[in-house]
C-alpha cells in the first residue's frame, strides 16, 4: 500500500513538474514574443515572425492573422502559414469563422470544424488544406475596436484548450497594439514618402533645362549602393537624399539659378551655397531614425576626397559614403544629360572625365561599383522620362552587361569589335543616342 502511494505520488509530482515547465515555456514564448513585437516596424516581418512563435507553443500546424480592411469590408493577410509569399487571402467580413469573430468579438474553439455550420470551407478548397480543428480570437486595439482576428488551425494532439485559449487572448492583445503601431508607421511612411516625391518633382520642374535631375541622380546613386551590398550606408538614406540633395537651390536667385551665359565669381559663390541651404532646410524636417542622415548625405554631394569641394571642405572619410555615391552619379547625369544646346557626351568620354578626377574628387571603390551596374538598368535611367517607350524585351539582352563593358567596347577599334559586342554596341547607342 505505501508502495502504492508512493508511486502515484511520483507520479503526481511528474505532472505537477510537467504543468509547470509548460507553463514556464509559454511565459517564456510570451515575453520573446513580446519583445520581437517591439522591434519589428516592417508589418510581413512582424505577422509571420508572431505566427511561426504561436503555432510552435500551441504544438498547432498552421496561423493566420487576419486584419480588418473596413472600406472593402474584407479579411485579409498578406502573410499566413503555408500559403506562398506574396499571396494574400481575401474574403468578405462577414463570412466563415474568422468573419463572425470579427463581426461579433466572440472567441470561437471549434474541435471540428466541417461540424461547425459557420465554418467556410472555401478557402480549404482554394488551397487544398484540411482544416481540423480552431481556435480563433478577435484583434482588438485600445479602444477595444476589433481591428482582425487570429486563427490557429490543426493542433496536433487534440482540441484546443482552456489554456490555450488563455495565451492566445495575451499574445493578441500584444499583437494588436503592435499590428497599429505598424500600420500608422507605414501610413507615416507612405505620407513621407508621397511629400519627398512631389517635392522633389516640383523642384526638378522649376528648372526646364535640367529636368528630371534629382529622380536620375537618385536611381544611379541607389544603383551604386545596391551593387556594392555591403557598406555602413542605408540605400534608404541614399534614396532619399537623392531626391533633395538640390533642394537648396530654392535659397537661389532664380537670376542667377537660370543665367544662360558664364557665371561671374560672385554669382558662383552664391551657387556653391546651395548645398549648405540643403542642409539647413532638411536639418528642419523631423525624419525618422533610420533616415537621420540624409540631411549630412544631401549636403555633401559637392565635396571632394581632396578636400577641394564645398560647402565644408571635407576629406576622404569626413564626407559619407552616400554623400560620394551622390557626388558620382551627380557628374555622371550632367555629362549624360540631354541639353537643348548639346547632346550626351559620347559615354566613353563622360567616363574618361570621371576617370581624371578619381581619388581626388571621386571614391575609387564607388566608381569600380558603378560599372558593374547593368547596363540595362543605366539605359531605363537615362531614358526615365521616355520609360514608356522602352522596348523591355529588347533590353533585357543587356540586363547581364555592365557599364564597363560599353566602356571598353568605345575604346576599341571599331573593325576589331567581334559580333557579340557589334550588337551590344549597336543597341547601347540606338537607347542613348535615342534612336527610337
Known sequence: MKRWRRKMNQINE????KNLQEENQRLKVLLHLAENLQTHLDLDKLLLTTMEEVAKILKADR????LLDEDKNELWSIVAMGIEKGKEIRFPADRGIAGHVARTGEILNIPDAYKDSRFNPDIDKKTGY?????????????DGITIGVYQILNKFDGPFTRADEELLSAISQITATTVENSLLYEEQVESLNSFVD???ATLDTRDYITAGHSRRVTLYSVAICKQLKAMDCSCEEVRFAGLLHDIGKLGIPEDVLFKAGK??????QLIKKHPAVTRQILESIHFPRNLKNVPEIASTHHEKLNGQGYPDGLKNGEIPPGGRML?????????TSRRQYRDREPIEKVWETIEKEAGDTFDIQLMKVFLEVPLKQIIEILEYDQRDRLNEKELTLLAEIPLGTIIEIKRK???SLDDQDKNINSLFDKYYQRNY
Open 263 to 268: 557665371l561671374n565669381q560672385e554669382e558662383y
Open 63 to 66: 496561423c493566420t492573422v487576419f
Open 413 to 415: 577599334d571599331p573593325e
Open 198 to 200: 512631389t517635392l522633389s
Open 327 to 335: 557626388a558620382l552619379a551627380d557628374v555622371f547625369d550632367a555629362l
Open 14 to 17: 511528474s505532472i505537477v513538474l
Open 130 to 142: 484540411k482544416t481540423k480543428n480552431m481556435l480563433t480570437m478577435p484583434l482588438k486595439n485600445r
